[in-house]
């Protein structure tokens, strides 16, 4: 059978023999009932363990609503105005709502970038700003002695309003919910704490109960107060499908649901070859972008079995962080024993992929020099086609090999 792999703007053809093949992995045939900002009308219209949002708000209140920067696919542009459109009807004065950007550790946005993330009605009707890492105010520890430190202008809201996508995520479950807060609005302090817990076997996409991490996340939100929350689903053309309103656990919760049933994707064993690509530009620009497919295609491999990660990469490892602890690394498991010592934001990128590296062989077709390739622990081939060959070569004509074109959207699940 052949398949196509999204690289960069281009594809990589590869022809898997239909003996090998186990499976090819897509999203599930899903029909949407709603798209777009009819979902969203929806969801707020009919919002889970919580009343209508405008019954809910208070004229005089000072409002926030959190949303997502520039990094996240989400489409805040579609989702504030009809949430701006609640609030108007309560009452609230433009001059008492502000829209956060949550960076989390990220870089700030030109002004330019803020008026294309929220859409040039809100730009102009509300203040529009971005989280402020410099200016949190300390509340108190989590259980796991995460210091709750938030950026001040949220904290000193009188209600909170928490935007996001869902998707999964491979240390916290799934994005979204009360993730806008921690580490979205977060000191770095805070979210270097929160996200040290990454290295517990619980920490994995599709886990929300018994995720240390993820509970994190949530009893810092908590600590806060997300008196509401908007999130929505989004296909892999990054459209919204399905949108959930209401309270922070009760609303995340059905979105998680829905995501499931059109990406999560039962198998019956897992492979000894995976073939994973995240679809192409501009999702495999870099190794930072394409390490989420990586990291969902673990799932699926065999101890001992191999990844073939296709993605061109042409800026490269796209973080300085990430770079120096995946070159500075004596062996892959040395960066998880550096991060049980010390931790750093992008440095836990190259700790994910150690952690495979200790279970799994990964071959890359990228753009990347081959000397560096090398460098970083992984095998550098020329095309996918080769690298197919050659594993087929060594695990034997019976070798099992799965398939996953959208490897950043489909979470494999052995039952």
Known sequence: MKIE????????????????????????????????????????DNPIGAPLLENLVRKGQKIVIVTSDISRPMPSYEVL?????????????????????????????????????????????????????????????TKNRTPVEITREVVE????????NIEFHYFAGYSGGAKAIMPGVASYNAIQ????LMIQESSCAGRLEGNLLREDIEEAGNIVGIDYIVNVVLDEHKKIVYCTAGDVTEAHRDGCRYLDKMYRKVISSRADIVMVSQGGAPK????????????NAKHA??????????????????????????????????????????FELGGHKAVAIGMILENAQIDLVSEMPEAFVRHIFMNPQPSAQKALDEALEKYGENAKVLAMPYGGSTLPVVL
């Open 5 to 44: 792999f999204g690289y960069g703007n281009s594809v990589q053809m590869v022809e898997i023999p239909d003996r090998n093949l186990m499976a090819v992995l897509e999203s599930n045939p899903f029909q949407h009932e709603r798209r777009g900002r009819q979902a969203v009308e929806y969801a707020l």
């Open 81 to 141: 105005p009809g949430v701006l459109d609640r609030l108007y009807k309560a009452g609230i004065s433009r001059q008492d709502i502000t829209v956060v950007l949550a960076l989390g550790s990220h870089r700030r946005h030109t002004e330019e970038e803020k008026r294309k993330l929220v859409g040039e009605r809100c730009y102009q009707e509300v203040k529009c700003v971005d989280s402020d890492i410099e200016d949190c105010v300390f509340l108190r520890e």
């Open 157 to 164: 809201a009188d209600f909170r309003i928490c935007l996001g």
């Open 193 to 196: 704490m929160n996200h040290r």
């Open 284 to 295: 495999d620009a870099n190794l930072y972008q394409v390490q989420k497919a990586l990291d």
């Open 301 to 342: 491999v065999k101890k001992g079995g191999r990844i073939i990660l296709i993605g061109a990469c042409q800026e490269g490892t796209g973080s300085k962080k990430f770079e120096e602890w995946l070159l500075e690394a004596d062996t892959p498991h040395s960066m998880i024993e550096r991060i049980g010592e010390h």
